[in-house]
């Protein structure tokens, strides 16, 4: 319970994961590694997949929102449903078939829903950084939260000034 308490105030400043690929609508994970850090008030992301090294900044005053999701892999579950009813039909020929292609279909729904896809997502007015999680989420969620936590002061100035000068005026 002490280390709990311990994790929750500490302040995560950079994470790391796999980099996310683009395949049609869906975010897919790739070879490699993403790492993201707070320097200063920017956000810099590092993704070095094979020969390819990527360098994104984004000013933490311009990110939106941020998200975190967690999916079963969909690709697995669609092929373990398919083998599903290929089993059904193969029962008709053989049991055997049959037997050894519904095994093979419920062991890749189980597998496609309990090791879930979880990735961590930063919007910014035209940039996205996503980062596929290979720790605990809870580490991800704590970084998601300081970040929004310094978005929202390094805007609240203004915001401040701004009242401050009205009051004077009126």
Same mark, same amino acid.
């Given at each position: 319970?002490?280390?709990?308490?311990?994790?929750?105030?500490?302040?995560? %400043?950079?994470? $790391? &994961?796999?980099?996310? =690929?683009?395949?049609?609508?869906?975010?897919?994970?790739? *070879?490699? #590694?993403? @790492? %993201?850090?707070? $320097? &200063?008030?920017?956000? =810099?992301?590092?993704?070095?997949?094979?020969?390819?090294? *990527?360098? #994104?900044? @984004?000013?933490?005053?311009?990110?939106?929102?941020?998200?975190?999701?967690?999916?079963?892999?969909?690709?697995?579950?669609?092929?373990?449903?398919?083998?599903?009813?290929?089993?059904?039909?193969?029962?008709?020929?053989?049991?055997?078939?049959?037997?050894?292609?519904?095994?093979?279909?419920?062991?890749?729904?189980?597998?496609?829903?309990?090791?879930?896809?979880?990735?961590?997502?930063?919007?910014?007015?035209?940039?996205?950084?996503?980062?596929?999680?290979?720790?605990?989420?809870?580490?991800?969620?704590?970084?998601?939260?300081?970040?929004?936590?310094?978005?929202?002061?390094?805007?609240?100035?203004?915001?401040?000034?701004?009242?401050?000068?009205?009051?004077?005026?009126?």
């Amino acid at each position: 319970m002490n280390g709990t308490n311990m994790r929750t105030n500490q302040q995560v %400043v950079e994470i $790391t &994961g796999a980099p996310a =690929q683009v395949w049609g609508n869906v975010l897919v994970p790739a *070879r490699g #590694t993403i @790492i %993201v850090k707070v $320097t &200063g008030d920017t956000l =810099q992301g590092t993704t070095k997949t094979g020969l390819e090294k *990527r360098e #994104t900044w @984004i000013r933490i005053q311009n990110i939106d929102s941020v998200e975190t999701l967690e999916a079963p892999i969909y690709a697995l579950l669609g092929f373990g449903g398919f083998l599903a009813f290929s089993a059904l039909g193969a029962f008709r020929n053989s049991s055997v078939l049959g037997l050894i292609l519904l095994v093979i279909a419920v062991a890749l729904i189980v597998y496609a829903i309990t090791n879930k896809r979880r990735y961590l997502a930063i919007y910014s007015h035209r940039n996205a950084i996503v980062v596929f999680m290979n720790k605990s989420p809870e580490l991800y969620q704590q970084f998601a939260m300081n970040v929004l936590a310094l978005s929202r002061k390094l805007n609240a100035p203004s915001n401040t000034q701004t009242r401050h000068q009205t009051q004077i005026q009126a």
